[in-house]
């Protein structure tokens, strides 16, 4: 049987470094190549047809859905797997629907990532099972809502501002969001005052409204 070539696009070097580790246990599958940005990835995707993209769904330059579905476009013959340090319902929808077809969280991806290659690589679809029953229950009754893509505000903002946007509206404080993406609160604050003026809005509160009308968050289950 021939090896499995994966490439590995995610921003962080010491993360990248792990996952090496997990798929080099198994001489079912080789890393091919990694990628810091979704641009650099797009490029070795191209370079190096591997079976299987694994993507970050964060990225310095670009959304990680945005370019699964690039590559999904563009590269039919490589499997997306999504890795992601979420667990809600609007991420792992937006990730099937943009291409991919697996879908792992990254604190479980020691356990579940190389189970996750082998669905993938053959064709099959595969999502974490540490994701809770209830989303699960609700992703396979989430209809394509047609707001997410129609609404001509929401697509002024760059995909930095719309992934911003998600964790302001899902109320994650500033000084959090900077941590998770490596930029300083200054540069949060900055996001926070475009997207607010891109989209006439003037309270959280309001933000929060925005998002759950655009179907970007679904009230009950961002609940804990």
Known sequence: ??????????????????????????????????AGTGRKGMEMVGELSPDVAIVDISLPDTNGLELASRIRRNYTDTHILIISMHSKIDYIVEAFQAGATGYVVKESAAERLVQGLEAVSSGEYFLDSSISHEVIEKLMKSPVKEARISDAEYGTLTPREQEIMRYLAEGIPKKEIAKRLFISPKTVENHRANIMRKLNIHSAMELVRYAARLGLIDVDLWKE
């Open 1 to 34: 049987m021939s090896v499995i070539s994966i490439l590995i696009i995610d921003d962080h070097p010491l993360f990248r470094e792990g996952l090496k580790a997990i798929v080099a246990r198994d001489q079912r599958f080789k890393v091919v190549g990694e």
